[in-house]
């Protein structure tokens, strides 16, 4: 038996065919563009506080935030919406086809739901808190030191990459098969390795980000600026 054929077929009877499609578009164009792009972006984390700065939470343009933000969000909304339908719409049944399959199915539904954790709480603090509550972009120093010295922000960032990377590079994959790009068993076959070099290239920027983040908050300079920004902020103790 196929190993995509025993996964459950609750989902494409209660998905319609153009939901289905308009999900799946969505995820990729315009969510895995700006994913790719932002893992990308926080590579400078290498060069320093102020090349992150630049390059992560900058916007040449008084508009370009709020457009990016619309751009993303409106997408990311309808994809989350139509996710949790099909989550919720089909009954495992690994138990009984324990294929391969099957497996890369009900794990893509896991770390989908883990991502959207992920995301909620990195928009929240990442993005909307510092600029709501503080009146500006979440500063490098406070970030950096955030990956250093407390450990569950850094298991949260990791586990979080981690399911980005395989959720968009396992979702690349459905994409071409929901839209008739791979048709055959065969076809897919042959794409499953280029979908684990994709996992395994985002992985190893978003991984690679928070190294430099990670040792980037160790430092004397760092430390003392984050020691600053917290007094500006009223913030007396820490976590």
Known sequence: MSTHAATATAVPQKTPLLQSRLGSFLAVVPLSIWVVNHLWDNLAAFSGGAAWQSSVTQYKHPYAQAFTFIIVMLP???????GLVRMFSFKPNNLAYPYYGNLKYIVQ???????????????????????????????????????????????????????????????IQGFAMGWGLLASERSMRRFEPWSIVIFLVLLGIGWGALFALHKAGGTEEVMQERARIMQARGVQSDH
Request: avoid cysteine; aromatic fraction near 18%; hydrophobic fraction near 55%.
């Open 109 to 171: 539904r896991v770390a989908g739901l883990g991502v959207l954790f992920f995301i909620g709480a990195h928009v929240w603090l990442a993005f909307l808190q510092p600029r709501l509550i503080y009146g500006g972009a979440e500063p490098f120093a406070a970030i950096a030191y955030e990956m250093r010295w407390h450990a569950p922000t850094l298991m949260v960032y990791v586990l979080g990459v981690l399911g980005t990377a395989y959720h968009l590079a396992n979702g």
């Open 76 to 82: 990311l909304l309808f994809h989350t919406g139509w």
